[in-house]
């Protein structure tokens, strides 16, 4: 993948500057991300499997779709671009809905920081999994999981090498927003 230009952000997300995304891990600086969940009528969630090439958390379950914002985007456009990008389907904006967002920090290695805010998005799922069309750079596999399993997984500390290892509030934070749109 090229090396994409991002925002540098301070902590009332104002950008101080742009620079290269290697940079930006490089020093650690807060920049934004998005995050789009999607969900199903049926109660289930698409997750995708980070691919083996991934610096960060490779080989594991994460979020529908992720990533950076680009400078000039807005979290919208960003989300809509990745949605393409990683999974090929095409949405517009009123398919997404914003739930809030979310800063989270992981050191990877000595020279890789994530310090990002992550911009979440739910959306419904209406395309059969089997018709998506996966950017294997980023992507291994995507998979349905009911939320009830999900659940079960993260109360059973089953998450542990398997799923990113987001923060509790995090995953507290999107299944409650979610529950909220499958009932």
Partial sequence: ???????????????????????????????????????????????????????????LWDVSVAGHISTGETSITGAIREVKEEIGLDITANELLKIGSFKEQFQHKDDFTDNEIHHIYLCKLTKDINLLKIQKEEVSQIKLIPIDEFKDQLKKHAFENVFVPHYPEYYDFILTNIDKQVT
């Fill in 1 to 59: 993948m090229f090396d994409e230009f991002i925002d540098i952000l301070n902590n009332d997300l104002t950008v101080l500057k742009t620079c290269l995304k290697t940079e930006v891990h490089t020093y650690g600086h807060l920049h934004a991300s998005v995050h789009i969940w999607f969900y199903t009528n049926d109660c289930k969630l698409l997750i995708q499997k980070r691919s083996s090439n991934k610096i960060a958390f490779p080989n």
